[in-house]
C-alpha cells in the first residue's frame, strides 16, 4: 500500500510542474539536487516524486519521464489548462496504487451527493485500509479534499465543493459532488481509450452501462450521470470530434464502438491543439 506516500505533502500544481521541467533537463536528479532545484526540504522533495510517479507522468524506477509527463510539458508546461486538471485527476483515480484517491473516486462517491470528511474516512477504514483514527489515512483523506477546493491544486474543475460557509479546518466540513458542466469531451475519450488499451487492447464495442460503472472508466472517474455521458459520447461520435466513436443508442442498444485505433494520447493532442 501506499497510504502516506505523501508524507503530508499535498498536490500543488506549480512545484510538480516546476519538477518535471527539471527531470526533462536531468532525469536522473540526486535528492539533494531535486531539493536545490526546487527549494524545498528532502521530505517535500521525495513526496513531489512520489507525486509524479503516482500521477503517471515520471517513471521513478527507470528514472525518466513517462510519454504523458512530455506531453504536458510541451502542451502545458505549468499544468494549467482545465483539460490537464481533468487529466490529472483520472491518471490519480485510475490508478488503484493511490489507494485513497482511486477509492473515494470509484466506490465511494458514486453513491454520495453529500458527505463529510469522517464518513469518507469510515468508508476507507470499513475496506480494511487502516484504523479510521490512522494519522496518515487521516492526511490522505485531507489531501484528496483539499486538492479539489484549491486554486492551486485542482479547484477550478469543481468537482467537489464545500457545502455552505468554508471552515479552515478541512475535516470540519460538508463536501457536496458537483456535476462536471466545464469536462472537455477530450479527456473523457483519453480516459476510455487508455482503459481500453491497458485492460482490454482487442476490445471493438463497450457498453454504455461498462463505461459508467467499471472502476478507472470516465464515468466512474469523473462522476458522470448516464445522460451527460450519452451527451458527450454523441459528441465523440461526431465529425466534430473526428468520429472517434460510433454510438447506438435505439432500440434497446447501447453500444459504442471503439473507432479509434492510435495511441490515446493523440486524442489528448487534438483537444490540446484544437484548445478545446
Known amino acids: 500500500m501506499s497510504i502516506g506516500f505523501s508524507k503530508t505533502f499535498g498536490f500543488e500544481r506549480e512545484i510538480l510542474s516546476k519538477a518535471l521541467k527539471e527531470f526533462e533537463k536531468n532525469p ?30 515520471r517513471n ?19 499544468l494549467q489548462r482545465n483539460t490537464t486538471l481533468w487529466l490529472l ?15 473515494l473516486t470509484n466506490k465511494f462517491l458514486p453513491n454520495q451527493s453529500n458527505f463529510t470528511f469522517d464518513s469518507a474516512i469510515q468508508f476507507l477504514a470499513s475496506k480494511g485500509i487502516r484504523t479510521s483514527s490512522d494519522k496518515h489515512l ?14 492551486s491544486a485542482l479547484g477550478e474543475t469543481e468537482f467537489i465543493k464545500i ?7 478541512v475535516a470540519q466540513n460538508r463536501f457536496y459532488k458537483n456535476p462536471p458542466l466545464n469536462l472537455s469531451p477530450y479527456p473523457v475519450a ?4 487508455d482503459q481500453k488499451m491497458k485492460k482490454f487492447p482487442n476490445l471493438t464495442t463497450v457498453t454504455i452501462d461498462e463505461l459508467l460503472t467499471e472502476d478507472g472508466n470516465a464515468g466512474r472517474v469523473f462522476s458522470l450521470t448516464r445522460r451527460r455521458l450519452e ?13 472517434l466513436i460510433d454510438l447506438s ?20 493532442e487534438m483537444g490540446y491543439i484544437n484548445k478545446f
Open 249 to 268: 443508442t435505439t432500440a434497446g442498444l447501447d453500444q459504442v464502438g471503439l473507432r479509434f485505433r492510435e495511441q490515446p494520447i493523440e486524442i489528448l
Open 190 to 193: 483519453y480516459a476510455i481509450f
Open 60 to 78: 521513478n524506477k527507470e528514472r525518466c519521464l513517462t510519454t504523458l509527463g512530455s506531453f504536458l510539458l510541451k502542451y502545458d508546461p505549468y
Open 89 to 103: 485527476h483520472y491518471q490519480l483515480a485510475s490508478n488503484p496504487d493511490a489507494e485513497v484517491w482511486y477509492l
Open 28 to 57: 536522473i536528479l540526486s535528492r539533494s539536487e531535486v531539493m536545490s532545484k526546487l527549494g524545498v526540504g528532502g521530505q517535500k522533495a521525495e513526496a513531489t516524486v512520489l507525486w509524479l510517479g503516482k500521477l503517471g507522468l
Open 138 to 151: 487521516r492526511a490522505d483523506v485531507s489531501i484528496f479534499l483539499r486538492s479539489f477546493i484549491s486554486e
Open 163 to 169: 457545502q455552505g460557509e468554508a471552515k479552515r479546518n
Open 231 to 243: 451527451e458527450i459520447l454523441r459528441l465523440l461520435s461526431s465529425h466534430q470530434f473526428g468520429h
